[in-house]
């Protein structure tokens, strides 16, 4: 089992930025990829940004340039760094984990877990 606990959600005026964090915890070795999702009131979850244990880099194209995202493989945490925000951004934010490796050496398995959301508001 993994669990993950945000931290950094919060009220910020239309320009300013925010810090978002995650960190996991349980019974694993790894985790494959590790990222953030947003969802709106009557919308689908949708991809911010997710970063690989290997450094590969996933960022929404309506992020690229904004959001940075990073990670500590050894603390297994994650953070998304949100500049410039927009109203649209406003959403609640999820970080999540993806295929987890239990065991040093073993297979990574397709499990999937998500935080418990935090929330961003940008006001304009």
């Known amino acids: 089992q993994v669990q993950l606990v945000e931290s950094g959600g919060g009220l910020v005026q239309s320009g300013g930025s925010l810090r978002l964090s995650c960190a996991a915890s349980?019974?694993?070795?790894?985790?494959?990829?590790m990222g953030w999702y947003r969802q709106t009131p009557g919308k689908q979850r949708e991809l911010v940004a997710t970063l690989s244990a290997g450094g590969t880099a996933t960022i929404a194209e309506s992020m690229k340039g904004r959001f940075t995202i990073s990670r500590d493989n050894a603390k297994n945490t994650v953070d998304l760094q949100m500049n410039s925000l927009k109203p649209e951004d406003t959403a609640d934010y999820y970080c999540n984990a993806d295929g987890v490796q239990y065991i040093y050496s073993g297979p990574y398995h397709p499990r999937q877990y998500w935080g418990q959301g935090t929330q961003v508001t940008v006001s304009s």
């Open positions: 349980g019974n694993f070795f790894r985790i494959n990829v």
